[in-house]
């Protein structure tokens, strides 16, 4: 019912290639890629640090999301289910890509996601 890990970073860009291009300048190296209808994505790494990269579907993108990886999420949406000083952005849910997940918004208005890999 704790946090285990910083999994990984997600960034939302206009520029897949250019974005990419950055973090390769800082050492990492793109790992996989994905998406269709012009919608692209994928995974750099460095070492241990991971940075999922998503060009935004439409507008501006949002601020980066820190994903922290979670072993119960169950329990975890029950501990924050109580919580005073936690904001709960999106409740429990699975996601599309096979996880389950809740997102949390700090005062300052910034996302964290609390992430399990399915079993």
């Known amino acids: 019912m704790t946090v285990k890990a ?25 790992a996989e890629t994905w998406g269709e ?6 995974a750099l790494v460095c070492g241990a640090a991971r940075v ?3 060009e935004a579907e439409a ?7 820190v994903f922290l ?8 949406s029950e501990k924050l289910r109580v919580a005073k000083h936690v904001e709960v952005a999106t409740p429990l849910e699975d ?3 096979g996880t389950r997940w ?6 300052e ?9 399915s079993r």
Not at 37 to 42: I, P, Y
Not at 60 to 65: F, I, K, L, M
Not at 102 to 107: K, L, M, N, Q, T
Request: glycine share 12%; net charge negative.
């Open 69 to 76: 990886a979670i072993d119960d999420p169950l329990g975890m």
């Open 102 to 107: 809740i997102r949390v918004r700090d005062p």
């Open 52 to 54: 999922v990269l998503a």
């Open 6 to 30: 910083i999994d990984h970073i997600y960034v939302e860009c206009r520029s897949f290639e250019r974005t990419a291009a950055f973090w390769q300048g800082l050492g990492f190296k793109l």
């Open 59 to 65: 507008g501006d993108p949002e601020r980066p999301t």
């Open 109 to 117: 208005g910034n996302v964290f996601a609390l992430e399990a890999r």
């Open 37 to 42: 209808g012009g919608h692209r994505a994928g």
């Open 95 to 97: 996601t599309h890509w």
